[in-house]
């Protein structure tokens, strides 16, 4: 039913306005960002509900503590995170060391 009042909108605004078809289609645009964005939103509400009832398998499980980890990452603030840069690039130093020995 949504999808077909659209349409009619679209119709009508096509026929009235020279730029109606352009409209139409960022119409459309932003009603598929939005169903993509609740979507996801509902994807990661499950996720956690599943992850909170012990319901994930395996598989499931290693990849939501990945994204959760993730997802960490980006709240770490940048004087942390230059921190443990250093770390990983003398460790990686190291191990360069380390093969070339």
């Known amino acids: 039913m ?5 349409f009619l909108v679209g119709v009508v605004l096509c026929f ?10 960022g119409i459309v645009f932003a ?15 499950i996720q956690a509900i ?3 009832l012990k319901l994930m398998n395996k598989a499931e499980q290693e990849e939501y503590e990945m994204e959760q980890a ?6 770490i603030p940048s004087e942390r995170m230059e921190v443990i840069n250093r770390k ?4 990686l130093e190291r191990e360069r060391k380390n093969k070339e020995t």
């Open 16 to 25: 009235l306005f020279p730029y109606g078809p352009i409209i139409v289609g």
């Open 70 to 75: 993730y997802q960490s990452v980006d709240r």
């Open 88 to 91: 990983i690039e003398m460790e």
């Open 50 to 52: 599943k992850n909170h």
């Open 2 to 6: 949504y999808f077909f009042m659209l």
């Open 31 to 45: 009603v598929v960002i939005d169903h993509y964005r609740q979507t996801a939103y509902m994807r990661e509400d």
